[in-house]
């Protein structure tokens, strides 16, 4: 059955409306008729059998006949991710998204070779929002995590709010994710910080050191940056998860 999602706020009883992409989606893409069934997921966890009551033009009004209460992860994980050039951040998007992670900061660093003009950053989100959205349909999560405006390193220090902060990088060889993990009580919410593709200065880690970041290894191996994000996410999520099931 085809999930949509649609923002809490949307809802009004036992109704809703859809509009936009998902409006032509369902009329014209899988030709959905009144009195068919779909679901609809919204941001607070809730997904609800729906039934199509009117196909109008410009939206569609269904009946919410029943929901069920999908409970949030027991960890908030809030990603600095280094924007990395040509098509590299939208498939970290999507697949952080599966990953299940809650906040995602496209971070500007020395080395970040995209650069955005001011009045097309808005419409860049936007384009991020729609991939998102688009990835959390594929495997049906109904959390979305949030995306925010580009920031400079520098502005990270407003930004951070975990009780542990995490940087992968590179050049680190001793220290295991685990063994970080463990010194400091496995904590649910956790900042994490990846770099673009030449990595962070030693000016930047520095820096990222004195704000109570500590720096761990992803390994022996070398990774493109999109790998990098997978393998670091699903390790740090693996041991998270490890741990509660302990």
Same mark, same amino acid.
Request: glycine share 6%.
């Given at each position: 059955?085809?999930?949509?999602? =649609?923002?809490?706020?949307?809802?009004?009883?036992?109704?809703?409306?859809?509009?936009?992409?998902?409006?032509?989606?369902?009329?014209?893409?899988?030709?959905?008729?009144?009195?068919?069934?779909?679901?609809?997921?919204?941001?607070?966890?809730?997904?609800?059998?729906?039934?199509?009551?009117?196909?109008?033009?410009?939206?569609?009004?269904?009946?919410?006949?029943?929901?069920?209460?999908?409970?949030?992860?027991?960890?908030?994980?809030?990603?600095?991710?280094?924007?990395?050039?040509?098509?590299?951040?939208?498939?970290?998007?999507?697949?952080?998204?599966?990953?299940?992670?809650?906040?995602?900061?496209?971070?500007?660093?020395?080395?970040?070779?995209?650069?955005?003009?001011?009045?097309?950053?808005?419409?860049?989100?936007?384009?991020?929002?729609?991939?998102?959205?688009?990835?959390?349909?594929?495997?049906? $999560?109904?959390?979305?995590?949030?995306?925010?405006?580009? =920031?400079?390193?520098?502005?990270?220090?407003?930004?951070?709010?975990?009780?542990?902060?995490?940087?992968?990088?590179?050049?680190?060889?001793?220290?295991?994710?685990?063994?970080?993990?463990?010194?400091?009580?496995?904590?649910?919410?956790?900042?994490?910080?990846?770099?673009?593709?030449?990595?962070?200065?030693?000016?930047?880690?520095?820096?990222?050191?004195?704000?109570?970041?500590?720096?761990?290894?992803?390994g022996k191996r070398i990774y493109?940056?999109?790998?990098?994000?997978?393998?670091?996410?699903?390790?740090?999520?693996?041991?998270?998860?490890?741990?509660? $099931?302990?």
């Amino acid at each position: 059955m085809k999930r949509l999602f =649609i923002p809490a706020e949307e809802i009004k009883g036992n109704t809703a409306k859809i509009k936009g992409g998902d409006l032509h989606h369902l009329k014209n893409v899988l030709k959905k008729k009144v009195g068919d069934e779909i679901e609809i997921a919204d941001d607070n966890g809730r997904i609800f059998k729906s039934i199509i009551k009117e196909i109008k033009e410009k939206e569609i009004i269904i009946e919410l006949v029943a929901f069920k209460l999908i409970n949030p992860s027991p960890f908030y994980i809030r990603l600095f991710q280094a924007i990395p050039k040509g098509k590299s951040f939208e498939n970290i998007l999507q697949k952080v998204t599966e990953l299940g992670i809650n906040e995602i900061y496209p971070l500007i660093t020395e080395r970040t070779v995209v650069v955005y003009e001011k009045e097309r950053i808005k419409a860049k989100v936007e384009k991020w929002q729609k991939i998102i959205k688009e990835s959390a349909k594929k495997v049906g $999560n109904q959390f979305l995590p949030e995306i925010k405006f580009p =920031i400079s390193l520098n502005e990270i220090k407003t930004c951070i709010s975990g009780e542990q902060k995490i940087l992968f990088w590179e050049l680190e060889e001793g220290v295991s994710l685990w063994t970080i993990l463990e010194k400091n009580g496995f904590s649910k919410n956790i900042d994490v910080v990846i770099g673009p593709e030449g990595g962070f200065s030693i000016k930047e880690v520095e820096y990222l050191k004195e704000l109570g970041f500590t720096t761990v290894s992803l390994g022996k191996r070398i990774y493109t940056v999109e790998t990098a994000v997978i393998v670091a996410l699903s390790n740090l999520i693996f041991c998270l998860e490890r741990k509660v $099931n302990t």
